[in-house]
């Protein structure tokens, strides 16, 4: 039997990804990061395993913006946005990562 709620449910489930495909983007931007490296961190993005560290740093870059002016009450937030672009670029420099069988893959 058909669902009713199969295709909103996906829809609603592409847009989120979307919509943090896009803050990801944004951040990266803003984070000043090449467009080459911005580039491999997306596509990185997309086939990325469940390793904790990258996922971590995915979330946060993808649902958090970045502060527009620097205060000492954001000061955490903005080190935050750099040192997990340090680590997501840092995994880049350690060469591409084999998707894992059972990985979870991001659209």
């Given at each position: 039997m058909f669902s009713k709620f199969g295709p909103a449910k996906n829809t609603f489930e592409e847009e989120i990804a979307s919509e943090q495909r896009q803050k990801l983007q944004e951040n990266l931007e803003?984070?000043?990061?090449?467009?080459?490296e911005q580039e491999k961190i997306m596509q990185m993005r997309d086939n990325s395993s469940d390793?904790?560290?990258?996922s971590r740093c995915f979330?946060?870059?993808e649902n958090q913006t970045f502060p527009e002016k620097?205060?000492?009450f954001n000061q955490h937030h903005i080190d935050t946005?750099?040192?997990c672009q340090?680590?997501?670029?840092d995994a880049l420099d350690n060469g591409p990562e084999e998707p894992?069988?059972?990985?979870?893959?991001?659209?």
């Amino acid at each position: 039997m058909f669902s009713k709620f199969g295709p909103a449910k996906n829809t609603f489930e592409e847009e989120i990804a979307s919509e943090q495909r896009q803050k990801l983007q944004e951040n990266l931007e803003k984070l000043a990061v090449p467009k080459i490296e911005q580039e491999k961190i997306m596509q990185m993005r997309d086939n990325s395993s469940d390793e904790y560290h990258k996922s971590r740093c995915f979330w946060f870059l993808e649902n958090q913006t970045f502060p527009e002016k620097q205060t000492m009450f954001n000061q955490h937030h903005i080190d935050t946005f750099k040192k997990c672009q340090r680590e997501l670029s840092d995994a880049l420099d350690n060469g591409p990562e084999e998707p894992k069988s059972g990985s979870m893959k991001f659209r």
